[in-house]
């Protein structure tokens, strides 16, 4: 877990960056935190996201604009959708410790975007991937392990992560929320 | 980009097509959490769903799995199917007002956040209120009740 000078150090220092709903500043609230690798913001906030085999043409811009939707909902405070929306990834090796993923809606081909709690309510995105890339177990854990040594690289602190006690819907719910 | 498609037409734009799915977002949320909710108190399924609104499963399906394009008429009758009005609220963009809620981290705007959610989460299918109340479900209230 980190205090709430070691992430605004974080920030300060460039290794984090604080995503925001981009609704030209009018923000009616803020009840949760989304902090990205400065990489991950890039390609989040990308103006054009990549054209996929198969997508019309349109595809791209309305996927980004439902993610962008979707992570402002999870900043305002809205009701996420746990399980569907946010999930705790199943840890099948030491690079899926603590990792969770936030998992776009149709149109296809969905995101995800991995990360970890900061804290409850903070979650912090280091890694960020095009579902139709994670084909396999390899691509996984590739995309795992890339979220994780990012994570510690930029802190020698474990997230904010109870996994023994997350183990149903309501209890995810909770810890998003607490 | 046509010389009268000036930068700050795109991003005006932008917060206006974001504002839109935004809303279709928060639209599919309300129908989803709606839905579940009748499924595991009642066993609705899509297809009863369905066949108690007049449209086909796969539609059902699709409007549920995430945010579309579904008109206004098909979300009103999906919630009449599901016993709830969908009612329909416009507000300015000047009431939001901004947010200076920049460090959301320190303990006293934390308490207050624990608390609005902990209001919300049993606040039923209300609209969450930091969210653009673009509408709201009502629970219809059976006669005789």
């Known amino acids: 877990m980190l205090t709430d000078a070691e992430i605004d150090s974080l920030i300060k220092s460039g290794a984090l960056v604080r995503w925001e709903p981009r609704l030209g500043g009018r923000v009616s609230a803020q009840h949760r935190v989304i902090l990205l690798a400065p990489s991950v913001a890039a390609e989040i906030d990308a103006p054009r996201w990549p054209l996929s085999d198969e997508e019309p043409t349109r595809g791209p811009k309305l996927r980004r604009q439902a993610f962008h939707a979707q992570l402002a909902r999870f900043v305002e405070g809205g009701n996420m959708i746990v399980t569907e929306e946010i999930k705790r990834l199943t840890p099948k090796n030491a690079h899926f410790e603590d990792l969770f993923a936030f998992r776009s809606r149709p149109p296809n081909p969905q995101v995800r975007l991995l990360g970890y709690f900061a804290r409850p309510g903070v979650f912090v995105g280091t890694a960020f991937r095009q579902r139709d890339e994670l084909v396999g177990e390899d691509e996984w854990t590739e995309a795992a392990k890339s979220a994780s040594e990012h994570w510690r690289s930029i802190t020698p602190k474990k997230p904010m992560a109870a996994p023994n006690q997350i183990r149903t819907k309501a209890e995810l719910a909770r810890y998003i929320d607490e | ?145």
């Open chain 2, 1 to 145: 980009m046509s010389n009268s498609e000036k930068p700050k037409d795109r991003t005006d734009r932008e917060v206006v097509e974001i504002s839109a799915m935004m809303a279709q977002d928060q639209l599919w949320v309300l129908l989803h959490e709606r839905f579940r909710e009748l499924e595991e108190t009642n066993g609705l399924t899509q297809a009863a769903l369905a066949r108690k609104v007049g449209c086909d499963r796969q539609s059902v399906n699709r409007w549920l799995s995430g945010p579309s394009n579904i008109s206004i008429f098909s979300a009103a009758k999906l919630f009449a199917g599901m016993d709830s009005d969908l009612r329909v609220a416009c507000k300015p963009w000047r009431e939001l007002g901004t947010s200076n809620y920049y460090r959301c981290f320190d303990e006293p705007k934390l308490a207050a956040t624990k608390a609005v959610l902990q209001f919300r989460n049993t606040g039923a299918s209300e609209m969450r209120s930091g969210s653009l109340p673009i509408a709201k479900i009502v629970p219809a209230i059976a006669v005789g009740e």
